[in-house]
């Protein structure tokens, strides 16, 4: 048997992220669905999550709170301040806080909820979430325990790969991971309009550019080898792989990547130190 949760699950929020979750919970068995709860506005999102995975909704949060022991803050970061404040009086030592809202820092939600003695931890995870394969790093309070921790992770590896960092790695986390899924989406649609450059049709090169990148990633998962070494086994002396290769070290690829990783880094430390001066 694997990990159970203990006692109910709530989230505040049911989007897209906060179904992922879901999903991936019920499909590992950590809790039933009868024990869940989502609050959400969105008559239609509720109705959605009642009838497709059985979970009890809510149209207002102040529901989930005296219900459940752990509880997800799966809101837009831009109306977090709010959530936390209206709920301040709810929330008591009971409550692991799980708050996946991107650029808020732990400092906001404990400084908000002082004295409550909730423990918090907050998680970058990414979009292929939705295909349960996202990747996610997890960052505990400084209330939170290694219980916690373990509760946290077990939840977000029910639906992808998690990491536990120190908080100070998240921006990089969001730089590479939270963004790394849009830097692959342009990747296939240069290589699908390369393929249509070259005489393929679209639908043709759409099909044949998906295989190889979900391949090539099968590949370097399943044998570990460095890929380095991958790409060596491609790249056979004065043929076409080497001749493509080199235009692409002569444009820079590797540093127009590296540049791009470290710019959305960066825009994400701005955001954070904007939350916290707008306290929100």
């Given at each position: 048997m694997g990990m159970k949760l203990a006692g109910k699950?709530?989230?505040?929020?049911?989007?897209?992220?906060?179904?992922?979750?879901?999903?991936?919970?019920?499909?590992?068995?950590?809790?039933?669905?009868?024990?869940?709860?989502?609050?959400?506005?969105?008559?239609?999102?509720?109705?959605?999550l009642r009838k497709q995975y059985g979970v009890t909704v809510h149209p207002e949060a102040e529901a989930v709170w005296p219900a459940c022991q752990t509880v997800v803050l799966a809101v837009k970061p831009q109306i977090m301040g709010k959530l936390l404040e209206r709920s301040r009086g709810q929330v008591t030592g009971q409550h692991l806080i799980i708050s996946i809202a991107a650029g808020i820092p732990l400092s906001l939600i404990e400084g908000t909820l002082a004295g409550s003695g909730c423990r918090a931890i907050r998680v970058m995870p990414n979009t292929p979430a939705i295909v349960q394969e996202s990747a996610s790093a997890l960052s505990g309070g400084g209330q939170a325990t290694p219980e916690d921790l373990a509760t946290a992770k077990a939840i977000f590896d029910s639906f992808g790969t998690s990491v536990i960092l120190d908080e100070r790695a998240l921006d990089a986390v969001t730089g590479l991971s939270g963004s790394g899924p849009a830097y692959v989406f342009s990747f296939i649609e240069a290589l699908t309009d390369?393929?249509?450059?070259?005489?393929?049709?679209?639908?043709?090169?759409?099909?044949?550019?998906?295989?190889?990148?979900?391949?090539?990633?099968?590949?370097?998962?399943?044998?570990?080898?460095?890929?380095?070494?991958?790409?060596?086994?491609?790249?056979?002396?004065?043929?076409?792989?080497?001749?493509?290769?080199?235009?692409?070290?002569?444009?820079?690829?590797?540093?127009?990547?590296?540049?791009?990783?470290?710019?959305?880094?960066?825009?994400?430390?701005?955001?954070?130190?904007?939350?916290k001066a707008s306290g929100r």
């Open positions: 699950l709530g989230f505040v929020g049911g989007g897209r992220m906060a179904e992922a979750m879901i999903k991936g919970i019920l499909r590992a068995e950590l809790i039933s669905a009868g024990d869940i709860l989502v609050a959400d506005p969105d008559e239609s999102r509720r109705t959605l390369a393929g249509v450059k070259t005489g393929l049709s679209r639908p043709v090169a759409e099909k044949l550019v998906l295989q190889t990148v979900l391949g090539s990633v099968k590949l370097a998962m399943e044998t570990g080898e460095h890929p380095a070494q991958l790409r060596a086994m491609v790249t056979s002396p004065g043929g076409t792989t080497i001749a493509g290769l080199h235009v692409m070290a002569r444009a820079g690829f590797a540093g127009i990547i590296m540049d791009a990783v470290e710019a959305a880094a960066n825009r994400s430390r701005e955001l954070g130190a904007e939350q």
